[in-house]
C-alpha cells in the first residue's frame, strides 16, 4: 500500500512548512513539494498541519489499582487514543511483590496482543528489588522494556525504600535503561491520611489535602540527588506543583540529566475542582493531586523553557459509578487516576498553542519528539522524516470541538473537561501507513498495534 498525504503544512520539532508525505508500506519514505508520485490512496491535507502521530508515555490501560480496575483496556484505550491523534502509548506492566519482572511484562503483553490498535511498548513498575530483580532489569532492556517507574509513595502497595531506590538507579547505570519516579513522600501522606480520617475528614478533598505540593518537592529532591549520586538521568512522573517543578529546574540549571513530564490535568483543572458539590470531587482524585490555578502559569513556563520536557496524560480512568464511590465515605480508597488518552492533543493545541504558551514546533515536541528521544523510539517514532514510521496526524486547527463524555471514546462515565470548547483536533490518524482515523471516524483494527522494543541509552 502507498499513500501521499498532500498539500499540508508539515510541523517538526524544528520545522514548518508545505510540502508532500509520501507513504510506501509503513514507512515515510519520501517528502517534497508537489510530488506527483502515484499512489493507492490521497489524503488532502490542504489547510491542515501534518504532524507526528502523538506518543503518550504515560498509560494505564487494564490496570488493577485500588481495589477495582482501570476502565479502558488495551482496545478501548488505543481506539481512544487514535481520535486523539495519539499513535503510540508506553504503558506500565506491574511487578506484584513476589512475581518476576518477566512474569509480569508477559501478563501486559497478554492484555495488549489482539486488542492494541496502535503501537505500545512498556514500563517495568518495580516493587519489590532483589538481586535476581536486578539481573532481570538487565535482561529487559536489552528486549526493549528499557524504562522503570519506582514509587516513593503508596507504602505496602508500590513504595520502594530509598536503598531499593539506589540500587535501581546505580543498575540504570550499567544496562542503559531510565528511571520513571512517582515522586511523593509516601510516609508523610499516610499520616496525613490517617489523621484526616481520625478528625472525620472524608470527602474527596481531604485526598488533595493530604497530599501536600512540598511532599511531591521533597521526593522530587531526594529522587535527583539520589540519581546525582548514582551518577544516571532520572524522569519524574507526572509533575504537579510548582515546587516539584523548581526542584528539577535547579537540577538541570546545575546540568543534571533531570527530566520531568507534566500532564494536561496540572494545566487545565485545579484544587478548586475538588471543591465541586457533593462527591463529585472524586472525579479528580489522582496522584499527585491538583494544585492551585497559580501553578498552572508555572508549569506552562516550565514547558516553554524546556524545564519540562515531555506532556503525557497518566491516563488511568475509573467510572464515578461503581469505581469511584469505593471511597464514598472515606477518600483514601477513591480509586487514584483520571481519563485523558483522547483529550491530550486538542487540550495542548488549544490552550499551550493558540494561547499563545508554547510554540507550534514547541508542542510538537512535547506531545510526540522529545518523549520518543527519552523513551528510546527516535528516530522511528515522533519526527516526520524519511525512513521514521508513518505515524502522521492530519490535525485541523480550525476545529471546534466541545469535549463531552457523550462524543468521546474513552470506556468511562464522566469526563473531567465536560463542556469545555477545543479549537484544534485529529481529523485523520495514519499509524505505520494505514489509515485509522478517517475524517473523525475510527477504521482501524484492534490488535494492529505492535508491542515496540525500545532502544538503551548510549
Ligand atoms: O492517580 C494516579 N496517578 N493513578 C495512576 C497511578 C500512578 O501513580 O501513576
Ligand atoms: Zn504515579
Ligand atoms: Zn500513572
Not at 490517617?194 to 470527602?203: M, Q
Not at 487514584?336 to 490552550?351: C, H, K, Q, W, Y
Not at 514547541?362 to 528516530?379: H, M, N, Q, Y
Request: charged residues 25%; aromatic residues 8%.
Amino acid at each position: 500500500m502507498s499513500l501521499l498525504v498532500k498539500g499540508g503544512t508539515i510541523v517538526t520539532a524544528s520545522d514548518q512548512y508545505r510540502g508532500d508525505v509520501f507513504v510506501e508500506g509503513e514507512r515515510i519514505t519520501t517528502i517534497g513539494t508537489s510530488l506527483d508520485l502515484p499512489a493507492d490512496r490521497v489524503v488532502d491535507a490542504s489547510g491542515k498541519y501534518v504532524l507526528p502521530g502523538g506518543i503518550d508515555v504515560h498509560t494505564h490501560l487494564d490496570m488493577p489499582f485500588g481495589g477495582t480496575t482501570s476502565a479502558d483496556d488495551f482496545e478501548s484505550g488505543t481506539i481512544a487514543a487514535a481520535h486523539g491523534g495519539t499513535t503510540t502509548v508506553v504503558d506500565f506492566a506491574i511487578q506484584y511483590k513476589g512475581q518476576t519482572l518477566h512474569h509480569a511484562w508477559e501478563t501486559w503483553m497478554k492484555k495488549a496482543e489482539g486488542k492494541a490498535a496502535i503501537d505500545y511498548g512498556f514500563h517495568m513498575i518495580v516493587t519489590e528489588l532483589t538481586d535476581q530483580v536486578e539481573l532481570e532489569m538487565d535482561d529487559l532492556v536489552r528486549q526493549g522494556v528499557t524504562s522503570f517507574k519506582l514509587f516513593m509513595a503508596y507504602p505496602g502497595v508500590f513504595m520502594l525504600d530509598d536503598a531499593s531506590i539506589f540500587r535501581a538507579l546505580l543498575r540504570t547505570g550499567k544496562n542503559g535503561g531510565t528511571i520513571c519516579m512517582h515522586a511523593e513522600n509516601g510516609g508523610v501522606i499516610d499520616v496525613l491520611v490517617k489523621k484526616a480520617l481520625a478528625e472525620g475528614k472524608t470527602a474527596p478533598k481531604y485526598h488533595a489535602l493530604t497530599r501536600p505540593a512540598r511532599a511531591e518537592a521533597e521526593a522530587t529532591h531526594r529522587a535527583i540527588a539520589l540519581a546525582e549520586i548514582a551518577g544516571v538521568p532520572i524522569y519524574i512522573v507526572h509533575l504537579s506543583a510548582a515546587e516539584a517543578l523548581e526542584m528539577v529546574t535547579e537540577a538541570r540549571d546545575r546540568g543534571l540529566p533531570a527530566y520531568a513530564e507534566t500532564c494536561p490535568q496540572y494545566l487545565f483543572l485545579s484544587y478548586d475542582n475538588y471543591e465541586e458539590p457533593g462527591f463529585a470531587g472524586a472525579k479528580y482524585v489522582m496522584s499527585p493531586p491538583l494544585r492551585p490555578k497559580e501553578t498552572q502559569d508555572r508549569l506552562w513556563r516550565g514547558l516553554a523553557f524546556n524545564d519540562l520536557q515531555a506532556i503525557s496524560t497518566d491516563h488511568c480512568p475509573f467510572c464515578m459509578k461503581e469505581q469511584k464511590t469505593l471511597g464514598e465515605g472515606d477518600f483514601s480508597k477513591i480509586p487514584n487516576g483520571a481519563p485523558g488518552i483522547e483529550t491530550r492533543m486538542s487540550l495542548v493545541f488549544d490552550g499551550g498553542v493558540r494561547g499563545g504558551r508554547i510554540s507550534l514546533n514547541r508542542f510538537v515536541e512535547l506531545t510526540a519528539t522529545s518523549p520518543a528521544k527519552i523513551f528510546g523510539l527516535f528516530p522511528r517514532k515522533g519526527t516526520i522524516a524519511p525512513g521514521s514510521d508513518a505515524d502522521i496526524v492530519v490535525f485541523d486547527p480550525e476545529k471546534k470541538t466541545t469535549l463531552s463524555v457523550k462524543t468521546l471514546h474513552m470506556k468511562v462515565d464522566y469526563n473531567p473537561y465536560e463542556g469545555r470548547e477545543v479549537v484544534g483536533a485529529a481529523d485523520t490518524v495514519i499509524s505505520r501507513g494505514r489509515v485509522i482515523v478517517d475524517g473523525g471516524r475510527f477504521v482501524g483494527q484492534a490488535g494492529a498495534g505492535a508491542f515496540l522494543r525500545r532502544a538503551a541509552r548510549t
